[in-house]
């Protein structure tokens, strides 16, 4: 019996699980640990119009994902108007229309942004090549010697953008240069002149993020692109090549950010805000394009959510079973009713859970004893003991609760069949095997219940375990591993010594 | 207090990890656990197979029957109620004899009908069974162990576990009842195991609770000078429950009646490791040498090869020697 398809199944299990999780970590920034924190801007968008009265229709461009941030979530309040979001090429947009609307008007769109520095730059198509540029006079020759005197000082489309832009600003602006920014605004004309030169550019529109900044306007900026199609950004007024940190790219493509229908006097101001998010809020928040690799708990509504926190637990639980059962050897009663106990211990503290626990235990076992007098089938004495259980617990929430220990109330957490079995088969053991085997077992549930707590109710592990799926699998792998462990268990090194005396 | 791997493996010790993946997992078919499992099925398997069991007395299947056992047993001198399907002695009441007030346990407790009755009822409710699941009661005449080894036990039957691996006996002990262990001669419950030498069934070592033993606690008689009569005989029945059950890694419980010799009292598809301890003596290099095999060959065969190649002399003998 060949062993090879069990070590390529642990194999392939490890390696998707290990593949899954970076990904996560990489493509979503989903920290490693549970107490980073991330950077999130609130950007809000306020629209301002005159409604000429009549049907309206405002198009404002949003941003998107980009180099340096994410998108995550976004809300309007435009009171009055439909709003649809298209997004296209030309990028995102938001559309709000009226059948009627006079007067001053007024959209909010607010978006949150994560500061997300690995993010990638988003593929840009290059405009289309402009039609053929033609200059009235004198522009015509301005034009033809700036363009060639950045030409020759300059290696390619970048280098040559920067020269360009360079030969328009600050003082080294010659003669060339100052006649043409008399007649034209400076931006168009860089872009002019670049796709004269055929360079593929347009102008694009940023806001620079300043925290607690209100009534911004968006500044505009100089996108070249080279024959790669590769692209940066060209700040206008001194040549600097590079996207500053704190730009935020507004819209993308040629269209204008703001148009108006049916309106007057538009414009567009924004307000921003920057705080600090744990990095699990901050992920919740991330807008789930759900494709299969991108497969999380976070689709899920919120209280489905909280559930499948708990239940993602349940095999770390299983993996500490499986650890002392398989490599220590401790006996448990019930293999995985540790785990259960230990769930409630998350519900309860600790603490409280053990006082609780062994209160419950040690009064149904003298309750049980009694009634094993009473000579009665197995089905309906359990279901005595659950009852004597119920009552228990009851009893004790009442006087903790009096006594003004409002810890006491979490009993009730406490998995009740299951304690109702435990309190069964520890009595039977009491009776066959004696109270050694009951302090055994029983203190072997409670060690593994414990263990299991501590690593279940580890922050870290919490994280890991609810954020990346993919560790499932690679439990899944050690927990395979593992049953085909074949050398000693710790407490066998103590059980055989005898043999290896003489 | 702890052994190092190396020195156990030095030894030829077989871990439970080891026995369930390497031993039981492989060479124990777990369609054919029910064989064993039910000590019923058992016994009407060895019937067809004319190996000789403790004579069946009744079977008690459901709780409107429980108020019949006392009639059942009536007549008996002593008795035994057993659950199909327990094991490790769990749920076993050996009853020696019976008067009109009751019936008495070889440690001379009393018993009352409704004791009687009760414990029959906790039986089919599947107190004793694996995993709860309901269960029948069987009744089984006591047995009457051969006198020779009335010194070595104290209150019950003592039994002789013969590991049969691929059908080889690689290993015995006799496990001797003691008054912790409660007429049953199972060594978690406090019986004292005793490694027997495969070749003449001699005494080779005694453990009890894990730990070393060269007397029995509760009768003082030395474990030295025991051997069991009829060995060869006790040998082939067991090796020969391999063909019976077709289970490879598989615990035989064997007992000496006065009258029938030896008889097959239950099987075990997931025998216990504490056999090494009783030998003094790992597994490992046996099973390595029967798994070298290519073939099997007939009872004879096999339990003459089992006798040549795990000939052992008794430290308990060495040790008196010297
Ligand atoms: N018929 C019997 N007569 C006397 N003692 C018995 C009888 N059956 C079982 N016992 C005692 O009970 C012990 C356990 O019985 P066994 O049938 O092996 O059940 P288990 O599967 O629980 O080990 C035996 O070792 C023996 O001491
Ligand atoms: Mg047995």
Redesign the pocket.
């Known amino acids: 019996m060949s062993r090879v398809p069990f070590y390529l199944l642990v194999g392939v299990l490890l390696l998707t699980g290990i593949a899954v999780t970076i990904y996560r970590h990489v493509a979503f920034e989903v920290p490693w640990a549970p107490g980073e924190q991330r950077q999130v801007w609130e950007v809000e968008a306020q629209v301002n119009f005159i409604a000429d009265g009549g049907p309206a229709k405002v198009s404002l461009a949003l941003p998107s994902n980009q180099q340096g941030f994410r998108v995550l979530t976004e809300n309007t309040a435009s009171s009055g108007f439909g709003l649809s979001f298209l997004d296209d090429e030309e990028g995102r947009r938001a559309q709000w229309a009226t059948r009627d609307a006079k007067g001053s008007q007024q959209l909010y769109y607010s978006v949150q942004l994560l500061v997300a520095p690995e993010a990638a730059p988003p593929d840009i198509e290059p405009p289309s090549p402009a039609p053929d540029i033609s200059w009235e006079r004198p522009y015509d020759t301005a034009a033809e010697g700036a363009i060639s005197r950045a030409y020759r000082q300059s290696a390619d489309a970048f280098t040559f953008a920067r020269e360009l832009v360079r030969a328009f600003s600050g003082d080294r602006q010659d003669e060339n240069a100052r006649l043409l920014l008399t007649q034209f605004d400076r931006p168009s004309l860089l872009v002019r002149l670049l796709n004269q030169a055929d360079i593929a550019a347009r102008e694009i529109n940023g806001l620079m993020l300043e925290d607690g900044r209100r009534r911004q306007t968006l500044t505009t900026w100089i996108q070249v692109f080279n024959e790669e199609g590769d692209w940066v950004i060209i700040n206008p007024t001194n040549g600097e090549q590079g996207r500053p940190d704190n730009l935020l790219l507004w819209g993308a493509g040629d269209q204008a950010v703001l148009e108006v229908q049916g309106g007057s006097d538009s414009q567009v101001t924004f307000s921003m805000l920057q705080h600090n998010e744990p990095a699990s809020v901050a992920v919740r928040n991330q807008l789930a394009d759900d494709t299969l690799l991108n497969f999380s708990i976070h689709s899920l509504p919120l209280e489905e959510q909280s559930l499948f926190k708990t239940i993602l637990l349940i095999p770390i639980g299983a993996l500490v079973v499986v650890l002392l059962r398989v490599l220590v050897g401790i006996k448990t009663s019930g293999t995985f009713m540790p785990v259960l106990i230990a769930l409630a211990f998350i519900q309860t503290s600790l603490f409280t859970g053990l006082v609780g626990f062994l209160l419950v235990v040690a009064v149904g076992l003298v309750i049980r004893s009694y009634l094993s007098y009473l000579n009665l089938l197995l089905v309906a004495r359990v279901s005595a003991v659950i009852i004597t259980v119920i009552a228990i617990i009851s009893l004790f929430s009442v006087v903790a609760y009096r006594m003004g220990l409002n810890a006491g109330l979490t009993i009730t957490f406490f998995p009740m069949i299951i304690l109702s079995w435990t309190i069964e088969r520890m009595s039977i053991l009491w009776e066959e095997e004696g109270s050694k085997e009951v302090l055994i077992q029983g203190g072997g549930s409670l060690l593994t219940a414990i263990l299991a707590y501590l690593a279940m109710n580890n922050p870290w592990i919490r994280h890991i375990t609810f954020n990346f799926l993919g560790v499932q699998l690679i439990l899944m792998a050690f927990i395979l591993l593992l049953g085909n462990y074949t050398g000693y268990r710790l407490l066998e090194l103590r059980r055989f010594k005898p043999i290896t005396e003489d | 207090m702890w052994a190092t791997p190396g020195k156990l493996r030095a030894k030829g010790i077989i871990g439970m990890n080891r026995r369930n993946i390497r031993y039981i997992g492989r060479y124990n078919d777990r369609s054919l656990y029910p064989l064993v499992d039910d000590?019923l099925k058992t016994k009407l398997l060895a019937k067809r197979h004319g190996i000789t069991t403790?004579d069946l007395i009744g079977t008690i299947t459901n709780q409107f029957s429980v108020k019949h056992v006392a009639e059942m047993v009536s007549g008996q001198p002593?008795?035994?109620v057993?659950?199909a399907k327990?094991?490790?002695?769990?749920?076993?009441l050996?009853v020696e004899h019976q008067d009109a007030e009751g019936y008495i346990k070889p440690s001379g407790h009393r018993l009352h009908r409704e004791d009687l009755e009760r414990h029959v009822s906790n039986i089919l409710s599947g107190l004793y069974s694996l995993g709860g699941s309901p269960d029948v009661a069987l009744v089984?005449?006591?047995?009457a162990?051969d006198d020779s080894l009335s010194e070595y036990t104290y209150e019950?039957?003592?039994?002789i576990r013969v590991i049969v691996f691929k059908g080889y006996p690689v290993m015995a002990m006799m496990?001797l009842?003691t008054a912790a262990?409660d007429?049953?001669?199972?060594l978690h419950q406090g019986?004292v195991g005793v490694g027997l030498d495969i070749a003449t069934g001699t005494a080779v070592r005694g453990v009890q609770f894990d730990r070393p033993r060269v007397d029995h606690p509760d009768t003082g008689h030395d474990l030295v000078s025991l051997k069991v009569p009829d060995w060869e005989v006790l040998l082939k029945l067991a090796a020969s429950c391999y063909e019976m059950t077709g289970l490879g890694y598989l615990g035989t419980?064997m007992?000496l009646d006065r009258r029938h010799g030896p008889m097959l009292?239950?099987l075990?598809a997931r025998p216990g490791l504490a056999i090494q301890m009783a030998n003094g003596e790992g597994l490992r290099s046996r099973l390595d040498l029967i798994e070298r095999q290519s073939e099997n060959g007939d009872v004879d065969a096999r339990v003459a090869f089992a006798r040549h190649h795990f000939a052992r002399r008794g430290e308990l003998q060495e040790a008196m020697a010297s």
């Open positions: 000590k403790p002593g008795f035994v057993k659950p327990g094991s490790g002695g769990k749920g076993i050996v089984e005449s006591l047995i162990f019950g039957v003592p039994d496990r009842s262990s007429g049953k001669a199972n019986a419980d007992v009292l239950e075990n």
